[in-house]
């Protein structure tokens, strides 16, 4: 029986590398999330200098909050249920956008 033939472009990485990569980008996202309201903030809204640093800061609690898993800090769920009581829904997708901008 012949050897089962490896794909050459397959790339072994340890599960430490792989988790690594996972907070990396985890983190890049959310900076980008909170990056992109501030500038509405600031730019849409003209937000005072002292609101957009201190939404800034609570913004960084609150992810610190989300991700620590740690008893009594807030959860995704009490986000989305406040949120649902505002009916605000955020859902992106990359590809939807993509489709509207080129409609």
Known sequence: MAKKKTNPNRI????AEA?????EATNRAISAAFEMMLYILIDKHDA???DVQQL??????LAASLYSNAPGHLTWGDVHRVLDEY??????THD????????
Not at 56 to 61: D, G, M, P, Y
Not at 87 to 92: A, C, H, K, L, Q
């Open 12 to 15: 072994l990485i340890s599960q």
């Open 19 to 23: 988790n690594r990569m996972v907070n």
């Open 48 to 50: 005072p200098h002292e």
């Open 56 to 61: 800034a800061r609570e913004l960084e609690w």
């Open 87 to 92: 009916n605000v829904r955020i859902r992106y």
């Open 96 to 103: 939807k956008i993509k489709q509207e901008a080129t409609a």
